[in-house]
């Protein structure tokens, strides 16, 4: 298993490091509780670590370390309240933590995929159009980008019966793994796994690790939460201990 790894700086750079796709600098939040009078919780400071292409980087540390914060800061869903989160897109170097929304949503478009536990999918659309649909977005002809869909539903065990459903329909492995097929169809530069394998069989996880195996060779950088430590020590390359880098940790 790789030893937890932390780098610190002591100013954030506007520049990527060589290599990287992905390069979290000095970054800190703080959650406002508007309920209770508006108190306010620091909640990371400092948060320092990059991701280099074809590199699976883990963020490792108990429930309630901020794991999940982290992943949504560098997706755009959260602000960051400190600091740079450097993505390389398109040629040029985006700063997350300052983009506008129209620049986070073109880099989830084209450099930027998410895999997490839960289906998000728009009601009554097939589990084939809504694998297909980030490579149609992106400009494949839709029979081509079904035709690949088809591959990778049937290589991750949803029965041909199933792909003209809608996923509403499917029980809660079967829409993991619709959602593992969306995010890894659309080959990106970075891809945030949050827990991909948590409700999957054996047989499935061994699939998904062949499947971040196989794109860490191409040369994507990823991002992942693993609470299966068999998956994490299979693929990652670093772990992160963002428990670290909590207000507070080093007193």
Known sequence: MPSPTNTL???????????AILSVQGVGKTFTLHLQGRQRIPVLAGLTFDVPRGSCVVLGGESGAGKSTVMKMVYGSYGAHAGRILLAHQGATLDLATAQPREV?????????????????????????????????????R????????????????????????????????QQRVNIARG???ERPLLLLDEPTASLDARNRGVVIELIRERLARGVGMLAIFHDHDVRDAVSDAIVDVAAFTPGAGA
């Open 9 to 19: 700086t002591a100013e954030p750079s506007a520049t990527l490091p060589e290599g």
């Open 184 to 186: 890894f169809l659309a």
């Open 105 to 141: 949503l073109a880099a989830r478009r084209e450099t930027m995929g998410y895999v997490s536990q839960f289906l998000r999918a728009v009601p009554r659309v097939p589990a084939i159009d809504v694998v297909a649909e980030p490579l149609v977005e992106r400009g494949v002809e």
């Open 143 to 174: 029979q081509a980008a079904r035709q690949r869909a088809e591959e990778m539903l049937a290589r991750l065990s949803i029965p041909e019966r199933l792909w003209t459903l809608p996923p509403a329909t499917f029980s809660g492995g079967e």
